[in-house]
């Protein structure tokens, strides 16, 4: 019991170090742009006047970390008046900084599209997992059939579409020719079908096979045969026994395609104009060039996953406690 | 090899064929626009129509291969090469090396989502060719070194290691000419996927204006020019035909990859 709490311990050590580097390198990203982020924001016609008050509201002024390399004196000490400082001060407080061009608190603007994406996410998965629970427990039964190579063909053509080639072809079809939805917003309940198909088809695909190689493993073990010959009917054995146990590895992949769903509902949210986290981060952040919002935006959404990916784990070794710490 | 991987080998090789020889098969000048050809049906004389400025899709699909490819095989390349170096290490000194590397690093990497990490590098630094390129090997690398590290931490066990060691062969040596050929398949697997998912995020990365900018023919920037409401329901091939070079050169990566894999992993076989 020690030894599991030190492993767990050590595991979570790691997590926090991880979300450290991650929030340091977001950080810093903002030091990769080309020139200054005033100019860029205000136009070469600014005045130096008005660069400068830009850069003292919003902190650009102070030196960027605790330490800056010049190339005559090497590494010179800035001190702790930095702004690598100023954003950790802020995050632990809350404060995400405030937005480049609109003054509000950059943590508001995505609180409100927050719950959205996360929407769209979890409509995703219940599409994926609709497609692909009986689809792979189809293929797996009928394992080296047609109904099984079909099947199979299918996942990977699901895998391979990409989202922007698949969302655009149902707007086409459902939208443009049928008429049933509309092309794109988030007004209606129905209008979130379309982009949680979209987002979900890789994840379908995916899963498609992790069932059913799934049930195809758990298919050979004994307990199958003794549930047989208990004179269970197939139906039984599958969906009651094989389904049960086959279904550990598949939560795990879900977990961690959460993160992954986060990350796709950019392109998603882009294609249907779904006003979630990715639509921010892309039009008002990249695309006015507020640089304090992306910061924003990237931190969000990683952690978000990385969190998603650290509850999988735990859920995982509940699940299933032949999984020891490694 | 199952019939899906020789399938994707015609496939690709077709688009590399196409990529190497794109100037003799396109039929018209990328950006020639003719403004009174716009959104023409695919026809004779234009294969795969007009788009909104009345350039040929069929020549721009054909010299998209060739930006998709070449992002590709620069990505997959300079991926596996630090990635196989990296992992190599790791897997090699272990210890305290690992430890900083696989337990922290790799997790580091991992801990981003890839498309996310390449949208905030291409966001801050710019668009651009070489800076796309960059930001897909930054997310690239990590696959590599783990396949790498684990492959390593395997053979460097065998027999044949500790003699070669025991007969006083170099640290470089022992890597180069003993282990590295021996992990030389799960990278193989791992490049043709890692091939499918660098032609991906170059299609994705472009189709959100973050990639190559236009004109230039990416598959990505056409479905994105081709996507509005009013273009889907007047010249769908405008979308229609990028679309499916994309997914069939991706498809194409996946079935290879997953032959291999398959091939080389005798467990899975027997299934």
Redesign the interface.
Known sequence: MKHKTLNFLRQFALLLLVVWTVVSLVTLLIELVPGDPATAIMGENATPEQIANFNEKHGLDKPAFFFSYTGEKGFVWTGANNRYLDYWTGLVQGDLGKSFRTDRPVLDMILERYASTIKLALAAMLVAIAIALPLGVLAGTNKNTLIDNSSSFVALLGISLPTFVIGPFLVYIFAVKLGWFSPTGSANPEDIVLPAVTLGAALSAILTRMVRSSVIEELGEDYVRTARAKGLSERKVVYKHVLKNGLIPVVTILGLQLGVLLAGAIITEKIFSWQGLGLLLLEDGIGKRDYRLVQGCVLVISVTYILANSLTDLVYRWLDPRIKFS | MNR?TYIGIAIAALFILTAIFASFIATDDVTAQNLAMRYASPSAAHWFGTDALGRDVFSRVVFGARISLQVGIIVVVVSTIIGTLIGAVAGFYGGWVDKILS??IF??FL??????LA???V????AGLGKLILALCIIGWVGYARVMRGQVLKVREYDFVQAARALGASNSRILLTHILPNAIQPLIVQASLGM?GAV?SE??LS??G?GIPPPAPSW?TM??E??G?DI??NA?HV?LFP?IA??LT??AF??IG?GLREYLDPKQRK?
């Open positions: 899906l337990g922290y997790n580091v801990a981003f989502p890839g498309l996310l949208i905030a590098l966001a801050f630094l710019g499918a991906l299609a994705s189709f959100l973050l990505g479905i994105e081709g996507r409401f889907l329901y769908p979308l679309g994309i997914a991706v498809l996946n079935f997953d299934r």
